[in-house]
Nanobody
């Protein structure tokens, strides 16, 4: 099983920056996709950014393109989300996610506990 532990959330003023980290432990698949999702009060959870194992492919929500950067350090099994030019509408609980195939079964889809990001205006 894989466990995810997020860190780096907090309170920041609009225009500021934060970096989230997500450390994975356990039986990490050589092929996986890790990423960040967020959920604001009263809204559905939405994709923020994802990155493939080798880091060669990334995907971002339109709302964060040009402001957020996702990266990963496979040696540390850690994925990062650098958030810049934060806006009040970025306020949400941010969740780390791990997806990996599993032979003969439904793939792994694992979530972290979430970290709160609050952007004040």
């Amino acid at each position: 099983q894989v466990q995810l532990v997020e860190s780096g959330g907090g309170l920041v003023q609009a225009g500021g920056s934060l970096r989230l980290s997500c450390a994975a432990s356990g039986r990490i698949s050589a092929i996986n996709v890790m990423g960040w999702y967020r959920q604001a009060p009263g809204k559905q959870r939405e994709l923020v950014a994802v990155i493939t194992t080798g880091g060669g492919r990334t995907n971002y929500a339109d709302s964060v393109k040009g402001r957020f950067t996702i990266s990963r350090d496979n040696a540390k099994n850690t994925v990062y989300l650098q958030m810049s030019t934060l806006k009040p509408e970025d306020t949400a609980v941010y969740y780390c996610n791990y997806k990996a195939p599993r032979a003969g079964n439904v793939g792994y889809d694992i979530w972290g506990q979430g970290t709160q990001v609050t952007v004040s205006s």
